[in-house]
């Protein structure tokens, strides 16, 4: 697995609303994190795996709701944050799920295209091409979403740091070959 589909795996599980079960994994996972030669990637990851380990459960529950939830700091659908319920975005969800049928990755949710876990989660497995549309697709909602997270002082704001970190190393590397 390359470095980028660990960062978007790995912060495509950490966006998620928390569960008891990740703590079984963190081991291995922060090996994961370990093997990722982007230091600021790494950086950011080890950061959130901190947070992860020195926050009671209930606290994190709580934290994601006030911070993701849909009336909370801000929201994981990253076309709603740009056109909110207009007609717009019904059309930008129909080329995100066209986008995912081109690359013939199948998925199982029932979560719309836009929203941010199923997105990564696209990312980490879809070919370069594929990633590289989505990335130029959604590189703005992305970083709103970082600063808003940066301006509550939300330590979600690391996983977006660490993917666009890893998206920019990607993007810059695709430009240069």
């Not at 994601?64 to 990253?78: A, E, P, R, S």
Request: charged share 25%.
């Amino acid at each position: 697995m390359k470095a980028h589909q660990k960062v978007y795996k790995i912060t495509s599980i950490f966006l998620q609303y928390p569960q008891k079960e990740w703590y079984d994994f963190l081991p291995e996972i922060k090996s994961e994190i370990a093997t990722i030669e982007n230091p600021t990637a790494n950086a950011y990851l080890t950061s959130f795996m901190y947070y992860l380990e020195s926050t009671p459960f209930d606290q994190l529950c709580e934290r994601y709701v006030k911070t993701f939830d849909f009336h909370g700091i801000t929201t994981l659908y990253l076309t709603y944050n740009v056109f909110k319920d207009s007609r717009e975005r019904g059309e930008a969800l129909v080329k995100l799920r066209q986008l995912v049928t081109d690359s013939n990755l199948e998925t199982e949710t029932e979560e719309l295209p836009d929203y941010l876990p199923m997105i990564l989660e696209f990312l980490s497995a879809a070919e370069d091409k594929y990633v590289q549309r989505m990335l130029k697709l959604h590189a703005k909602s992305i970083l709103k979403l970082d600063q808003d997270l940066v301006e509550n002082d939300s330590d979600y704001h690391f996983l977006l740091k660490a993917t666009i970190e890893i998206s920019n190393e990607m993007m810059r590397n695709a430009k240069v070959s």
